[in-house]
């Protein structure tokens, strides 16, 4: 059964305070990694896919790097507009379309 | 608008009723998924299709769940006996193939409140 474990569970920032927020994994082979950002209320909305460990995607203050057990959410001076609950979800190779999600962080960025 | 369409928005209903969730994906998208996420839990699958047909289903999910999606377009999510554990938000997300960038394109959910 694939598993993913996100920490913490929850990050308080004041605005410019850079940090990463951790995702660890556990999968039969990995076919694609991915973040989504979630605002309350809403649906998960499509960050990054990582497929192999070394590989990074940057977008806006986001970078995301992937290694064989996990793969790190990396914020850099962030602004109250990035407070949401960041979720990492995998996909393995085996054949299935079913993506695990985590638990999710919930970043708070304090002005 | 032409992302995915959920309705209701919410739904309250009683213990033992049953209820109907509708998904209107994005209308190129041959691949749709159900999950349910309770308060600070992350997404939980629940199944999936590839056009009309039923491919994977999760082994949470009891009998008195059923989903179809008759013309491989939009798509209802049944639940039957409704049970106080079953209130959750309820999340469709659609998708083209998850083999590329593997973006599920998610609609803002039905939030089920069961009494």
């Known amino acids: 059964e694939d598993q993913v474990t996100q920490s913490p569970e929850a990050l308080r920032l004041q605005e410019g305070e850079s940090s990463s927020l951790n995702c660890s994994y556990t999968?039969?082979?990995?076919?694609?990694l991915f973040w989504y950002r979630q605002d309350p209320g809403k649906g998960p909305e499509f960050l990054f896919t990582l497929y192999s460990a070394g590989e990074e995607k940057e977008k806006e203050r986001l970078k995301a790097t992937l290694t064989k057990k996990e793969s790190f959410l990396h914020i850099t001076a962030p602004k109250p507009e990035d407070s949401a609950t960041y979720l990492c979800?995998?996909?393995?190779?085996?054949?299935?379309?079913?993506?695990?999600f985590g638990t999710g962080t919930k970043l708070q960025v304090i002005p | 608008d032409t992302g995915v369409s959920q309705n209701p928005r919410h739904k309250i209903t009683k213990r033992g009723q049953n209820v109907t969730f509708r998904c209107d994906p994005i209308?190129?998208?041959?691949?749709l998924y159900w999950y349910r996420q309770t308060l600070g839990q992350g997404p939980e699958f629940l199944t999936y299709f590839q056009n009309e047909a039923q491919l994977e289903k999760s082994r949470l999910l009891s009998d008195r769940f059923s989903a179809e999606r008759p013309k491989g377009s939009f798509s209802t999510l049944e639940i039957q006996r409704t049970e106080q554990g079953d209130s959750a938000m309820y999340l469709c997300?659609?998708?083209?193939?998850?083999?590329?960038?593997?973006?599920?394109?998610f609609g803002e959910g039905s939030r089920l409140t069961v009494l």
């Open positions: 997300a659609s998708s083209l193939a998850i083999g590329n960038t593997g973006e599920l394109f």
């Open positions: 209308s190129e998208h041959n691949r």
């Open positions: 979800a995998v996909l393995d190779s085996g054949g299935y379309q079913k993506v695990t």
């Open positions: 999968v039969s082979g990995l076919r694609g």
